[in-house]
C-alpha cells in the first residue's frame, strides 16, 4: 500500500542526492542545508511517533534542526548553475515537438486518477493507496511516473533526473523551506495563545451594537490576521470564536452558514497580500527568477483589495436575511 | 499583561521582514520569542517548533515535480511552449490568461487543487506561453515587462486556486467551517456553506479576468510606444 510517508522518503532521498551533488562541487552550505532537510525529512515518522509515545527527545533533535537550518539560510546564494544551452534546447523543441507536453501532462493526469479512482483500487484485497492525503500520495507517484517518461521521450540518461532536479532545487534555495517554517510558526502561534490575544485586541475598539461595525471588524480581522499567518485557515477560528460567533451570530442574528462562507474567503483575500504565504507568494517569486521578493503580490494586490470590498459588502447584505 | 506578551512573536516577524532580512531565521526566531514570552522552557520550544516543523512537510512535495520538469526542460520544454504559442493564431496574452484562470478555478472547485501549481504548470508552461503571446505585439519583451508577465501569471494561479477551492466541499475550507460550528453547537451540511463561498469565486473571475485583459493591453501598448523611440536612438548612432 502506498503511503504520503513513502512520498517523505523519495523526497529525502531527492534531498539527500543533491546535497550530494553539492557537496562534490564544494558548494558546503547548499549541501548541509539540503542534508539537514533530508534528514528531517526521512526522520519525520519517528520524531512525530515518539512525541505521541511522550518521547520528546527526537522532536527536540527536529527543532535544533530546525535552528541549524535558519542559520544556514542566509548563507545560500543562488549560484551560477550551468543550464544546457540555448542552442541545444531549442534544436531538441524542434525535434521533439508536443512529445515534450506529455511527461509534463502526466503530472495532473496521474494525480488526478488518484484523487478520483484511488479509493476504488484493490489489488488481491490490499488498498493500493492509504487514505489518508490520498491526492499528495498521488502527487508523488505521479512524480516519478512523469520522471520516467520525460526520461524516455527526451533519452536523457537517468542521472539526469538527478542533476537537473538540483538545479531547480537550488534555483529555490531557502525560499523552498519557507512554507514549512511558517507553517512551523503558526503551530508556535497557536500553542502560546497569539490568537486568542489578537482578537481581544480587535474588539477592544469595536462598538459592538453596530452589526455594520462588527462585520467590518470580522472582515479585517480576517484579512489582519491571515496577514500575519499566512493562513486563513489559521485565523478562522480565532476570530470566528472571538468575533463572528458571540458579536455576528448570537447578538445581530447572522446566518453562521453564510458568516462562515464569507468570512474564510475574506480571510483569502489577506493570503493575496503577505509574504507569510511562501508558498503561493514566495516559491514563485524564486521558480520564476524574479528580482524582487514582493514581485507576485504587487500583480495580485488590487484583485484581493477589490474582492475584500466585495465581500464585506456580500456579508453585510446577505449574512443578515435568512 | 502577560496574555499580551507572545504577540512579541508577531512583531518580530513585522519588523524581520520590514527591513528585508532572510525570512528564515526571522520566522525561527519568531517562534522562539514567543515560546519564551509565553513562559516555555528551552526544551518545550525545541520540541514545539520541531513537531510543528515535521507535521507540516507536506509543503514541500511539491519539490517532487523538480527532476521530471528539470529533464524536460533540458530539452527545451519551455522553447517548445513559447515557439508553439506564437505559431498559433488568435491566442492572446489575455485570453491565455483567462482560460488558465477558468481552468484553475473549476478543477479547484472540483476539489483537484494540488494538479497545477507554480512548480507543476506555472513555470514549465504557463509563463513561456504568456511570454511568446505578449511577444505577438511584435516587439521582444523588456527584461522588466518579462518580469511583470511572470509575475502576472503566478499571480492567475494564485487567485483561481484560492476562489476555487473554497467552494469544494469534501476537504479544506468547508469542513474546517462545519467543524468549527459543529464544536460550538451548530450543525450545517457541507453544501450550504460551499454554495455561498460561489458569489465571491464569480466575483474573482470577473475581476481578475477586468486586471487580465487590462494588463495585456498595458503589455502591448507599451511596445507601440516603445517601438519608434528606438529607432531614433538606433538612428542617432
Not at chain 1, 179 to 186: D, F, Q, R, V, W
Request: aromatic content about 8%; hydrophobic content about 60%.
Amino acid at each position: 500500500m502506498l503511503r504520503i510517508e513513502h512520498a517523505y522518503w523519495l523526497l529525502a532521498l531527492f534531498l539527500a542526492g543533491s546535497a550530494w551533488l553539492n557537496l562534490r562541487e564544494r558548494r558546503w552550505w547548499h549541501a548541509a542545508f539540503w542534508a539537514v532537510l533530508a534528514v528531517l525529512f526521512a526522520g519525520g515518522d519517528g520524531v512525530l511517533a515518539a512525541s505521541k509515545a511522550h518521547n520528546l527527545v527526537p522532536a527536540q533533535l527536529a527543532g535544533m534542526g530546525v535552528l541549524a537550518l535558519a542559520v544556514l539560510a542566509p548563507r545560500m546564494h543562488r549560484g551560477e548553475l550551468r543550464e544546457r544551452e540555448v542552442a541545444m534546447r531549442e534544436a531538441d523543441a524542434l525535434r521533439l515537438g508536443h512529445q515534450l507536453f506529455l511527461p509534463a501532462i502526466l503530472i495532473p493526469l496521474v494525480t488526478m486518477a488518484v484523487a478520483l479512482f484511488g479509493a476504488y483500487a484493490v489489488f488481491a484485497g490490499v488498498r493500493l493507496f492509504a487514505p489518508k492525503q490520498m491526492t499528495l500520495t498521488g502527487l508523488a507517484l505521479a512524480c516519478v511516473v512523469a520522471l520516467i517518461a520525460a526520461l524516455w521521450v527526451t533519452r536523457a540518461k537517468p542521472r539526469a533526473g538527478l542533476t537537473e532536479g538540483r538545479r531547480l532545487l537550488d534555483t529555490l534555495g531557502w525560499a523552498a523551506l519557507l512554507p514549512l517554517t511558517l507553517a512551523a510558526l503558526g503551530g508556535v502561534f497557536a500553542a502560546t495563545g497569539v490568537g486568542s490575544a489578537i482578537a481581544d485586541l480587535v474588539r477592544l475598539g469595536v462598538p459592538v451594537n453596530n452589526a455594520l461595525a462588527c462585520v467590518m471588524a470580522y472582515g479585517i480581522g480576517m484579512v489582519l490576521f491571515t496577514v500575519i499567518m499566512g493562513n486563513a485557515f489559521a485565523a478562522f477560528p480565532v476570530l470566528t470564536a472571538g468575533i463572528g460567533l458571540p458579536l455576528l451570530i448570537q447578538l445581530h442574528g447572522a446566518n453562521p452558514a453564510i458568516l462562515g462562507a464569507l468570512g474564510m474567503v475574506t480571510g483569502y483575500c489577506g493570503t493575496l497580500f503577505t509574504p507569510m504565504a511562501a508558498n503561493f507568494n514566495i516559491v514563485p517569486v524564486a521558480l520564476l527568477e524574479l528580482p524582487n521578493q514582493n514581485d507576485v503580490i504587487r500583480a495580485q494586490w488590487k484583485t484581493g483589495a477589490a474582492l475584500l470590498i466585495v465581500n464585506l459588502a456580500l456579508m453585510y447584505f446577505l449574512a443578515f436575511r435568512a | 499583561m502577560m496574555h499580551w506578551l507572545p504577540l512579541l512573536g508577531v512583531l518580530v516577524v513585522v519588523v524581520g521582514f520590514a527591513l528585508r532580512f532572510n525570512p528564515v531565521p526571522v520566522v525561527v526566531a519568531a517562534g522562539v520569542v514567543s515560546g519564551v514570552a509565553a513562559g516555555k522552557s528551552v526544551g518545550e520550544i525545541l520540541a514545539l517548533l520541531g513537531n510543528s516543523f515535521v507535521s507540516e512537510r507536506a509543503l514541500l512535495l511539491f519539490a517532487l515535480t523538480l527532476p521530471a520538469i528539470g529533464v524536460l526542460e533540458r530539452a527545451g520544454l519551455r522553447e517548445h511552449a513559447r515557439n508553439w504559442i506564437s505559431r498559433l493564431q488568435g491566442f492572446t496574452l489575455a485570453r491565455l490568461l483567462i482560460s488558465y484562470l477558468a481552468i484553475r478555478q473549476i478543477l479547484c472547485m472540483m476539489g483537484l487543487t494540488d494538479i497545477e501549481g507554480h512548480a507543476q504548470t506555472v513555470r514549465p508552461l504557463l509563463a513561456p506561453m504568456a511570454e511568446a503571446a505578449a511577444e505577438k505585439r511584435g516587439a521582444p519583451l523588456e527584461q522588466e515587462e518579462r518580469n511583470d508577465v511572470r509575475a502576472f501569471c503566478a499571480a492567475t494561479d494564485n487567485v483561481g486556486r484560492f476562489f476555487g477551492e473554497d467552494v469544494f466541499i469534501a476537504l479544506g475550507a468547508v469542513l474546517l467551517i462545519q467543524g468549527f460550528y459543529a464544536q460550538h453547537g451548530i450543525q450545517l451540511q457541507p453544501l450550504q456553506i460551499a454554495l455561498w463561498a460561489l458569489p465571491t469565486a464569480i466575483a474573482a473571475f470577473v475581476i481578475h479576468g477586468i486586471r487580465s485583459v487590462l494588463f495585456a493591453r498595458r503589455i502591448a501598448s507599451t511596445a507601440r510606444s516603445a517601438r519608434p523611440a528606438t529607432v531614433e536612438h538606433d538612428a542617432a548612432h
